[in-house]
């Protein structure tokens, strides 16, 4: 069955530092996202991407946060100036389904642990 | 609030038994879905019904909608020990195709 592939599985950080999780979506999905999930807290929204630029984003995806996809397989979440609040677990998910089908199943990866010292 | 609201927040049945799991939300929506999560894994989508839908069944799963009291259940019956893990309520509104993950029941089958 295709997967979503998250890497790294857990990435320890000191605060400030630039830190770049990476995702291979499935191969034949265009939709691409980035959610996170503080320990203890809800998933949360933060960007969808589609055709090489950004569709929608969360009030917490603001400057230190970007998405690219830099060739045809990988999208990947970068972390400009990481904070201590960072620490979450990132999960990426990828859909074959256009949001507004109405039929928007989105298939996640196991997720980036990040720690932020 | 644009997440939906689960009860209970925690739920701790026997194997054998059913587990039952509310979901309600305030304004309406496209279509309504629920994942799974294993401890510290990725989310895994089980079933989706759509705002026009009242009932769908995969499996041993069974889902609810129903669109006047804008609530929804999900119903797992004969529960396994491997059934435990958080269930989550997810939004799809039809401004936006992005999904509003609710705070989860968390559901503990005992053997």
């Known amino acids: 069955e295709p997967e979503v592939t998250q890497t790294p599985s857990h990435q320890v950080t000191q605060m400030g530092q630039e830190v770049i999780l990476r995702c291979v979506p499935i191969?034949?999905?265009?939709?691409f996202y980035w959610y996170r999930q503080i320990l203890g807290q809800k998933v949360e929204f933060l960007v969808s991407?589609?055709?090489?630029?950004?569709?929608?984003k969360s009030e917490i995806f603001d400057d230190q946060f970007s998405v690219e996809r830099p060739d045809g397989s990988n999208f990947t979440l970068k972390i400009r100036s990481t904070k201590l609040e960072d620490s979450a677990m990132y999960f990426c998910?990828?859909?074959?389904?256009?949001?507004?089908?109405?039929?928007?199943?989105?298939?996640f990866g196991a997720g980036s642990r990040l720690t932020v010292l | 609030s644009q997440q939906g609201e689960e009860d209970p927040q925690a739920l701790s049945i026997q194997e054998g038994e059913n587990a039952t799991m509310n979901c309600s939300y305030k304004?309406?929506?496209?279509?309504l879905q629920w994942y799974r999560q294993n401890s510290g894994r990725g989310l895994v989508h089980l079933i989706l019904?759509?705002?026009?839908?009242r009932e769908k069944h995969s499996g041993r799963l069974r889902v609810t909608l129903d669109t006047s009291k804008k609530s929804s259940s999900l119903l797992i019956t004969a529960s396994r020990a491997a059934d435990t893990a958080s269930y989550f309520c997810v939004l799809i509104y039809n401004q936006g195709g992005k999904l509003i993950f609710g705070q989860g029941t968390e559901l503990s089958v005992k053997p």
């Open positions: 998910a990828s859909s074959g389904d256009r949001p507004s089908s109405g039929a928007n199943v989105l298939t």
């Open positions: 991407f589609y055709n090489n630029e950004i569709s929608e």
């Open positions: 019904i759509r705002s026009n839908e």
């Open positions: 304004t309406s929506i496209n279509n």
């Open positions: 191969s034949n999905h265009l939709y």
